[in-house]
């Protein structure tokens, strides 16, 4: 007798007809990287998590590595973030020169003890990067408490946690919305939303937006937008050494589509959609725990 294992994905990317058109949409007019279709998802992104900044890149290893850069983070210093974690977490930390301090998980979490954070802290601490794995926001009061307290900066490696919501002050808000200094979110396939690949930073702070943008296209002073709308000739300058992190107005268009109301499954569906997640770790053979519910929400597009 033959046994047969059934392989559950994960996750499987939902992209339609819509994402197509809006893929179209971007293809034929005319701007197809880092303009309209970009600035407005920009836009979007913001208010959906009631950010005040939102900077769009390629990914969430190269938004992490902006993080980063842009508070400092350099060679020889050192970052306290997760062990468990996938491992562009840790990658964009030494992309940087600087070196993870690895905390360990809460066996009921599975995200970062916040009672390990403090005897991690040493003279070389430059800044927290917390993970809200898998979507499933860390507890992020007492370590934002601890790092005030110690005068460090904290990130969130939010990849997963579009739609995922915590609670603060009696209420629940969008992971994203700043609480801590940066927060980054990943758009691959694996992601609840795709565009293809992509990542988005998120921040309260102008002077870290500015930099993000500034990094994230070779350090040039004028952006392209800018230079295409003046009726006189613009010369850009190039300040800082940087990359080329950009978005394609193409992701941009899709990213639009996914974030439109029409594509979130709301209330009761959404809890539904997060029961058959843990179900299908269980049938997997892996047991996931459920997360404290006082901190975890997660609005899902679809499990189809
Ligand atoms: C926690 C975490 N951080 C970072 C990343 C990297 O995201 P990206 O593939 O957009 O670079 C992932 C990808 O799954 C992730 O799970």
Avoid at 169 to 177: A, P, T
Wanted: aromatic share 6%; glycine share 6%.
């Amino acid at each position: 007798m033959t046994k047969t294992t059934a392989i559950i994905p994960v996750a499987r990317p939902w992209l339609d007809e819509r994402d197509a058109e809006a893929a179209r949409r971007a293809i034929l007019s005319g701007w197809v990287t880092q303009g309209p279709e970009v600035a407005a998802f920009e836009r979007e992104f913001a208010d959906a998590v009631s950010a005040p900044h939102a900077c769009a890149v390629s990914s969430c290893t190269t938004a992490l590595h902006l993080a980063l850069l842009a508070l400092g983070v350099g060679p020889g210093d050192e970052v306290i973030t997760v062990s468990h974690s996938f491992i562009a977490t840790a990658n964009a930390v030494r992309c940087c020169g600087a070196i993870p301090v690895f905390v360990d998980v809460t066996p009921d979490t599975f995200n970062i003890d916040p009672s390990l954070v403090e005897p991690a802290i040493s003279d070389r601490t430059r800044a927290v990067l917390v993970v809200h794995q898998l979507g499933m926001p860390c507890e992020l009061a007492p370590i934002l408490a601890l790092a005030q307290r110690r005068g460090l900066p904290v990130i969130e490696d939010a990849a997963c946690a579009i739609g995922s919501e915590i609670f603060w002050d009696g209420r629940w808000e969008r992971v994203g919305r700043p609480r801590a200094d940066i927060a980054c979110f990943s758009f691959h396939p694996r992601k609840l939303l795709s565009t293809g690949d992509g990542g988005m930073l998120t921040t309260r702070s102008p002077k870290l937006d500015a930099t993000f943008r500034l990094l994230r296209q070779h350090g040039m002073t004028v952006p392209d937008t800018v230079r295409h709308a003046s009726s006189q000739v613009v010369f850009e300058q190039y300040s800082v050494q940087a990359f080329n992190y950009r978005m394609t107005d193409i992701q941009a268009a899709i990213g639009r589509e996914q974030l439109s109301p029409r594509r979130i499954v709301h209330g009761a569906d959404s809890r539904a959609a997060v029961n058959l997640q843990r179900q299908r770790c269980t049938e997997d053979g892996q047991v996931m725990r459920v997360v404290r519910g006082a901190i975890q929400r997660i609005e899902h597009p679809s499990v189809a």
